[in-house]
């Protein structure tokens, strides 16, 4: 008797344990690119207070413009900032401009424990010859990183046409490079189907998991991707011939727990319709997931 009940807990167990794997509890926030819209949201408390009443769970910062209102907007509303658009550029000698290494610390010490900054980087010394430049702003990203570990916030580079960082692929290269545990790499679906294409995204993910500290995605068709406009490759949530959620469904069965953020670049009409109809169809990927065998 006692060992008929004692496996009837263990099966109880183990199907809790398999459900619990199916669950989707990321973040998720909305990029801080909102101006498309007619009716956009313009200060820090109009912008908390939207996604607040949509159920958003935060909303991205963007260097250090009107960051701590920004910052302050968003914990009055009980929302995250789970993640910065910060500038990183560098030249020959090894220094940051235009954020200094001073700057960016300072955004750093600013930051929510568990908060990851990505930077978009650039250089003109080194778009050509990346070789040699990824070996230059790797010191700059371990001395950021060992900085950053003090404060419990997480760096990585963010992959975006004709910028130094343009692949996910490049993203996964410098996190190697740089060999932190606090340093990692993104996945950004548009500029991902942009530069890279739609084809071996399975495989990618796969590869890149390990080491994803965040992940954009949206609504986007598919096909000869690197050959489609802008207002093609991001679209709300849930529309497009692109399926966005097998996309979300492979980081998922991969291991990945990261901050997922909605891309708003250039998102037209009205600012309510658009970002709720994305939450919704996000909330039906998490119960489509949460299903699914």
């Known amino acids: 008797m006692k060992f008929r009940i004692f496996v009837i807990l263990v099966l109880i167990f183990l199907s809790y344990s398999v459900i619990a794997k ?61 993640v910065n658009y910060v500038p990183l550029n560098f030249e020959a000698d090894g220094k940051t401009e235009n954020r200094s290494i001073d700057e960016i610390k300072a955004i750093i010490k600013a930051s929510e424990k568990g908060a990851v900054i990505y930077f978009h980087i650039h250089s003109k010394t080194f778009m050509n010859d990346k070789e040699n430049g990824d070996q230059v702003v790797a010191a700059i990203l371990r001395e950021l990183s060992d900085y950053a570990a003090g404060f419990n916030v997480k760096l990585c580079a963010y992959p975006h046409l004709s910028f130094y960082c343009e692949t996910a692929a490049h993203s996964f290269k410098l996190a190697e490079l740089v060999g932190r ?44 991707t690197q050959h489609l406009d802008w ?19 492979l980081l998922m069965d991969n291991g990945y727990c990261g901050p997922i953020g ?22 039906g990927y998490k119960k489509r997931y949460s299903v699914e065998k």
């Open 22 to 82: 199916k669950k989707i509890n990321t973040v998720f926030y909305a990029q801080n690119t909102l101006d498309g819209f007619t009716d956009s949201p313009k200060t820090a408390m109009e912008k908390a207070r939207l996604l607040k009443s949509i159920g958003y769970d935060g909303l991205e910062g963007f260097g250090d413009q009107n960051y701590k209102e920004l910052q302050l907007a968003l914990q009055k509303e009980g929302l995250k900032m789970p």
């Open 231 to 249: 207002d093609r490759l991001i679209q709300p949530l849930g529309q497009g011939s692109f399926d966005t959620y097998r996309f979300v469904k």
């Open 181 to 224: 545990k606090n340093y990692g790499s993104v996945i950004n679906l548009c500029h991902l189907l942009k530069v890279e294409g739609s084809a071996g995204i399975e495989e990618k993910i796969k590869k890149y998991a390990p080491k994803l500290f965040a992940v954009n995605i949206c609504g986007a068709d598919d096909g000869d």
């Open 262 to 283: 909605l891309q708003c670049y250039n998102l037209k009409g009205d600012v309510f319709k658009t970002l709720n109809q994305s939450f919704k169809t996000w909330q």
